[in-house]
Structures are given as structure tokens and as C-alpha cells.
T-cell receptor
């Protein structure tokens, strides 16, 4: 069925550089998207969300971009720090039917010193 | 800590035994969700409650799985006659109102190992 996916399973960046994590979704009915960070052995931690009537939203050191034309979502992390090392998931809520989230497989962000 | 709380955090059980997990959501949240996550995969939706009513169940939730939220507060997820394929992390989450636009917060998960 339709699901959210990610382009890269692993992304390695230098400490201090900006990180960009990408996500492609296929359900055009999705109207709400969320990025979660998951550290080893822990539950997903909410980072930032965006509704389909927006194309950009900024938080503290993070920015989410939504391109509905190509069904693409990205998470930008500025000045990446060692504590940013984790698996990042994008998730979508298509609204109709299931009220739960559909998650992609995740991108493991590795920070090089 | 006023976040979503799950218990036990880890459970090792023999195949065929029953296990039960408990979830205490954030106190003012009326929606409670259960997800399952296996190694290297994203969480998969199992079921959710609005108050005490179970409103949706995924086809992943076989007959051996049952979830309850009797008073609209804490919830339990029971797995009967466990199988090795049930080994996973079971995540509970909660939100206030609908998931769409209302942040869903996750607990730390309950790890199940079936031997």
C-alpha cells in the first residue's frame, strides 16, 4: 500500500555542518507530516510538524520543507551536533480512516567529529 | 516526568506464554495509540482509543492481541500465546484531540523478546 519512505538509510555529516534528511511520500491525501528523532533504545521524540497548507516551518535549529508537487518532505538541521546522532523518521497522517501515523523506514544520522 | 509511561520496559517470555503491557498516557490526552516497531523499521500502527472507545484496529493486530482502556486513562495491550515473531518494541503514544495537527507523543517503549 501507500507509505512514507526515505531516500537514504544512512547519512554521515561533519560536526558543525548542516544536515538535510529527505523523505518521499506517495499518499497525495496526506495533510499532516511530522519528523521524529529516535535514539537507540528510546521511543520516537517529536521534532517538528507541518500541515499541507504550508511549505516551510522553522523550529530551533530545524526547518521542515514540504513540496506537495513532487510529494517530498525534508528536514534540515543547522550546525549539527553530536547529540543529533539518531535515526530520523518522517511520518504522515492521511486523515481519512486511520488516525494513526504511517512511518517511513528512517535515516540514521551519523555525526563525524 | 509527565510524559507517556510504559511498563515493563523489557520482557522476556517463552513462546506460548501470555504477556501484558501497560501504558499511562499524558494526563489530559484523550487519544491513546499502540504501535509496534521491529529492528531497522519504523513504528507500525496497531490500534487507537479515544477515551475508552477503541476506534480502529490495524490488520496487524491478530486475534491473539487485545487492547483495553477501561476508564479512558491507562491502557493495556495483551498478547496471548506469544510467538517468536511477536518479538518487537511496543510503543504507546497519546495526543489531545485528533492526531492530525495535534502532536502525538510517544513513550519509551516496551521491549518484548519471545524465546
Amino acid at each position: 500500500g501507500e507509505s512514507v519512505g526515505l531516500h537514504l538509510p544512512t547519512l554521515s555529516v561533519q560536526e558543525g555542518d548542516n544536515s538535510i534528511i529527505n523523505c518521499a511520500y506517495s499518499n497525495s491525501a496526506s495533510d499532516y507530516f511530522i519528523w521524529y528523532k529516535q535514539e537507540s533504545g528510546k521511543g520516537p521524540q517529536f521534532i517538528i510538524d507541518i500541515r499541507s497548507n504550508m511549505d516551510k516551518r522553522q523550529g530551533q535549529r530545524v526547518t521542515v520543507l514540504l513540496n506537495k508537487t513532487v510529494k517530498h518532505l525534508s528536514l534540515q538541521i543547522a550546525a549539527t551536533q553530536p547529540g543529533d546522532s539518531a535515526v530520523y523518521f518522517c511520518a504522515e497522517n492521511s486523515g481519512g480512516g486511520a488516525d494513526g501515523l504511517t512511518f517511513g523506514k528512517g535515516t540514521h544520522l551519523i555525526i563525524q567529529p | 516526568d509527565t510524559g507517556v509511561s510504559q511498563d515493563p520496559r523489557h520482557k522476556i517470555t517463552k513462546r506460548g506464554q501470555n504477556v501484558t503491557f501497560r501504558c499511562d498516557p499524558i494526563s489530559e490526552h484523550n487519544r491513546l495509540y499502540w504501535y509496534r516497531q521491529t529492528l531497522g523499521q519504523g513504528p507500525e500502527f496497531l490500534t487507537y482509543f479515544q477515551n475508552e472507545a477503541q476506534l480502529e484496529k490495524s490488520r496487524l493486530l491478530s486475534d491473539r492481541f487485545s487492547a483495553e482502556r477501561p476508564k479512558g486513562s491507562f491502557s493495556t495491550l495483551e498478547i496471548q500465546r506469544t510467538e517468536q515473531g511477536d518479538s518487537a518494541m511496543y510503543l504507546c503514544a497519546s495526543s489531545f484531540g485528533q492526531g492530525d495537527g495535534n502532536t502525538i507523543y510517544f513513550g519509551e517503549g516496551s521491549w518484548l523478546t519471545v524465546v
